[in-house]
């Protein structure tokens, strides 16, 4: 069982930066993708970014070129820098772990609101 704990959100104004962390209580070196996603209230969780174990990242066309994933497995850790944010960046982002498999392994954390005033 791993726990992922989510922290850096808040309330920051349009144009200003974030660096959201996710720690795990166990290592992520095991976990093929690392990924964070986000809702919205009233819309459907959808992904922002991924990473996977080789450092390949992947982007929702809105976190390009403004959101930068990265992980730490030395300390479990994976980041996400999010700058030039939108007020339709606001939503609830959570940290993901996953590994295919019989059965897969799946975590998620309680994740971390993000607020961007215009």
């Known amino acids: 069982q791993v726990q992922l704990v989510e922290s850096g959100g808040g309330l920051v104004q349009a144009g200003g930066s974030l660096r959201l962390s996710c720690a795990a209580s166990g290592s992520i070196f095991s976990f093929n993708i690392m990924g964070w996603y986000r809702q919205a209230p009233r819309k459907q969780r959808e992904l922002v970014a991924r990473i996977g174990s080789g450092g390949t990242t992947n982007y929702a066309d809105s976190a390009k070129g403004r959101f930068t994933i990265s992980r730490d497995n030395a300390k479990n850790t994976v980041y996400l820098q999010m700058n030039s944010l939108k007020p339709e960046d606001t939503a609830v982002y959570y940290c993901?772990?996953?590994?295919?498999?019989?059965?897969?392994?799946?975590?998620w954390g309680q994740g971390t609101q993000v607020t961007v005033s215009s």
């Open positions: 993901n772990a996953f590994s295919p498999g019989l059965p897969p392994r799946d975590y």
